[in-house]
């Protein structure tokens, strides 16, 4: 096998470097970059939990992930890099809130994108606003992942607590505040909130109203070229290599996973395959028409990214692992490879809810044509399809304002870990999917936005790919009636249920 050239020494490295940073669903990563955008050295990874509860809870302690941050750091910014690193890059998953006192200190937990205790409240916004109207100006439809319900929910439920928050920080801000004594929300990540005119890109007044709050309860709004810097030397006493490096403003992981993997124009689909997944594309300056069951984020002035988020990717998988007794792997991943079959059952996996392209927060996993006959390997498959065809209902949508996207480049754990679903995605998606075979494509990401400012002027090496996914015209075929039967389904089942808390 050939040797990548794409992962590096330092003694290789290209000035200036990059220390890019990702706080994931389950870990804390961050690495090294060279101007190339090649990964220098080894990585260092802290892992982390949410923590989850029956009724929808999915926080995370935002003190820890700054000392996960802090570890990070002081594991890659080596004294003897002291000039060489020119920029800090951070990614966070999306979205994110917490609530901060006039010092700075949180007041309440880190609310992932995960939690679902909004759900009530998203079912009274749909009452008071036109949702499509909400939808095109800001990019994302109303539903629990975003800050409108959430904020709605909190005030609600706490409301002396809410009347204490001073502001409102991503969770990219608040490791900003505490690093660097100020603060400042990227683009990417304020479009993220469900708060953020996608067009201008400022604060919709509409949508901070119906939240009870104004913009002096958020940060200011910054584009990806637009660094921050310390407020005091602290930071260059503890890490003497970071002097008069450039912090940038903290993009969500979405955008680091696109351009990581280089699903960098409209002609390629970006596919992510992690905890939680994503079909993207990026499209220069705001969309016309955003179509309904997907969403538009502003990514700085002259560009946005169109897609659709899958709650559970490698969560299904992980769940259908545990839960099913399957036979010993070289059996499973035959099974996988094989033509699909009728026997297989349909499978919904919206294990935490769904997002694009319903929208339906409250939804759950649901399971068809199960008999006693059905043996574990084929529920398991049954899974994996779901997974793909829930892709598919993002691609479908995608492609009506992409219609030049023609390849996918698919990146992300279950894409290492279990390799067939590429080949199921492109039977279902009808397109050949090419794997993007590096490790950690966010991280990577991160620092190549970085790099468009610090080095705009030198080509980056292209990430190593693995074999191409073509699709078998005749599973195709069959994959498009299990999507009509997915959605008669979806709609029988999903679309007309009313959340238990509405």
């Known amino acids: 096998m050939a040797r990548s050239i794409f992962q590096i020494e330092l003694a290789k490295a290209v000035d200036p470097l990059v220390l890019a940073v990702d706080i994931g669903s389950t870990a804390s990563r961050g690495s090294l970059h060279d101007a190339h955008g090649r990964p220098v050295g080894q990585r260092v990874k802290v892992p982390h939990a949410f923590s989850t509860a029956g009724d929808g809870t999915s926080t995370i302690d935002p003190d820890q992930v700054l000392a996960e941050v802090i570890e990070i750091i002081d594991g890659l910014a080596a004294k003897e890099l002291k000039g060489r690193i020119g920029g800090v890059a951070l990614d966070t998953f999306a979205s994110s809130v917490i609530g901060v006192d006039r010092k700075g200190l949180a007041l309440t937990p880190c609310y992932t994108y995960a939690d679902t205790r909004s759900a009530q409240q998203v079912a009274e916004l749909r009452r008071v606003v036109d949702e499509d109207a909400v939808h095109d100006r800001i990019g994302v439809r109303l539903h629990a992942s975003y800050l409108p319900a959430r904020l709605r929910w909190l005030s609600a439920t706490d409301p002396l607590l809410f009347d204490r928050v001073d502001r409102w920080l991503s969770l990219g801000e608040y490791l900003h505040l ?34 009870g709050i104004s913009t002096s309860h958020l940060s200011s709004v910054r584009d990806p070229d637009r660094p921050l810097s310390a407020t005091d030397n602290r930071l260059d006493q503890r890490w003497p290599a970071l002097r008069g490096a450039k912090w940038f403003p903290a993009i969500s992981d979405g955008l680091g996973a696109s351009v990581g993997a280089g699903a960098t124009d409209s002609r390629t689909i970006g596919a992510s395959a992690a905890t939680t997944g994503a079909l993207r594309v990026m499209v220069s300056g705001p969309v016309d028409q955003v179509p309904s069951g997907l969403w538009c984020y502003r990514v700085d002035r002259n560009r946005s990214l169109l897609g659709g988020a899958v709650n559970d990717v490698g969560r299904a998988v992980t769940w259908a692992t545990n839960t099913l007794a399957l036979p010993d792997e070289p059996l499973v991943s035959r099974a996988l490879l094989a033509d699909p079959t009728e026997d297989t059952p349909l499978v919904l996996p919206f294990f935490t809810g769904e997002r694009s392209t319903g929208w339906a927060a409250h939804a759950t996993a649901l399971m068809s044509g199960v008999r006693i006959s059905t043996e574990p ?56 999917v090419a794997p993007v075979t590096i490790k950690r494509a966010t991280l990577h990401g991160s620092a190549l936005l970085a790099l468009e400012t610090l080095a705009p002027n ?44 509405s």
């Open 178 to 211: 505490h690093l660097l004594g100020r603060t400042a929300v990227g683009t990417s990540t304020a479009s993220w909130s469900g708060l953020l005119d996608r067009r201008t890109g400022k604060w919709d007044a509409e949508m901070l109203t119906l939240c």
């Open 377 to 432: 390997m084929q529920l398991y498959r049954g899974v994996l399809e779901g997974v793909g065809l829930t892709y598919r209902r993002i691609g479908d949508q995608l492609v009506t304002r992409a219609p030049g996207a023609v390849r996918i480049l698919a990146q992300g754990r279950v894409t290492q870990d279990r390799p067939e679903i590429l080949q199921i995605l492109a039977d279902v998606m009808g397109r050949p």
């Open 458 to 501: 030198l080509d980056r090496t292209p990430p190593d790919m693995g074999t191409v996914f073509e699709p078998h015209p005749r599973r195709t075929a069959y994959y498009t009636e299990r999507m009509g039967r997915f959605n008669e389904l979806y709609d029988k089942v999903i679309a007309d249920s009313t959340p238990a808390t």
